[in-house]
């Protein structure tokens, strides 16, 4: 039993250690160094928030809430473990985090860090009504459509692989991606807030086996919504139909007035989420 005891009392006295001395160095460097600490902390939040990366820190969440369960209650198998697995993990992170971490020092370098922090409401009317207008268009002259609206969850690895546009919604820019011959029409429009963030971009194809007219574009649309909680609204080259999705689900064949009262209906709950 001494061991046992030993090893709870050691993890007890390096927590009171680090108390002690928090209380010892009172100060406002003190202030200052927990602040910076908070806002790093933060900020590593909000950035991973908009990958999917997001659902990896979660596990190794997890994994440390396991590690340290472990070591007070002294799982010695179990500590062996994840005494391993965290070795492999310290190689791991950076090739699996390789991407994250580049553009996350990119924006550092950019000093744009502060101005990404704040979030505000926004009024999608506007952006709705471009897209219906821009829908419409596609619909009645049959030319295939792509568009993703983003929400909540982050897009970046499409919006990376696409051709950057960074321009406000308008039904004519929207028609002049989408025209037959423009250098950009294959792929996806992704669309964040009121503005067209890339064009051109590649989405993961849903395994789903879908039957009728439905094609690659609708396989794609519903492959991002399998993954995120984008939505996608397509339209059909072949018979101009417009189909919405939306959590892994299609909808097809829907009217103008029913896209726009599901659009307006999503994206409303999106902005009370935020």
């Known amino acids: 039993m001494e061991p046992y005891t030993g090893r709870i009392l050691g993890a007890a006295t390096q927590t009171n250690y680090f108390l002690e001395n928090l209380r010892q160095n009172s100060s406002p460097l003190l202030v200052l160094d927990i602040l910076i600490v908070a806002v790093f902390f933060y900020w590593i939040y909000v950035f991973l928030k908009e990958t999917r990366a997001m659902r990896i820190l979660y596990g190794l969440f997890f994994l440390l809430i396991l590690m340290a369960l472990g070591r007070l209650l002294n799982l010695v198998l179990l ?14 992170i950076p090739v699996v985090f390789q991407p994250e971490l580049r553009a996350a020092l990119e924006k550092l370098g950019r000093a744009k860090l502060l101005g990404e922090l704040s979030f505000s409401k926004k009024d999608y009317s506007q952006v709705i009504s471009e897209l219906l207008t821009a829908v419409h268009l596609f619909s009645k002259q049959k030319i295939g459509a792509l568009i993703v609206l983003k929400r909540n969850d982050g897009l970046k690895e499409y919006i990376n692989n696409g051709i950057e546009v960074d321009a406000t919604v308008s039904a004519e820019l929207l028609s002049s991606i989408f025209f037959p011959k423009s250098p950009l029409h294959d792929g996806a429009v992704v669309i964040s807030g009121d503005k067209i963030v890339s064009a051109s971009s590649v989405l993961p194809v849903s395994q789903v086996a879908l039957g009728g007219n439905l094609g690659t574009r609708h396989k794609a649309a519903l492959g991002v919504t399998e993954d995120s909680d984008a939505l996608v609204i ?14 892994g689900r299609l909808e097809t064949k829907i009217s103008e007035e029913r896209l726009k009262n599901r659009l307006t209906a999503l994206m409303r709950q999106n902005t009370k989420d935020k």
Not at 234 to 247: H, M, R, Y
């Open 79 to 92: 500590n062996w473990i994840l005494k391993s697995l965290m070795t492999l993990l310290v190689v791991a």
């Open 234 to 247: 397509v339209v059909s080259e072949e018979t101009g139909n417009i189909s919405l999705a939306n959590c």
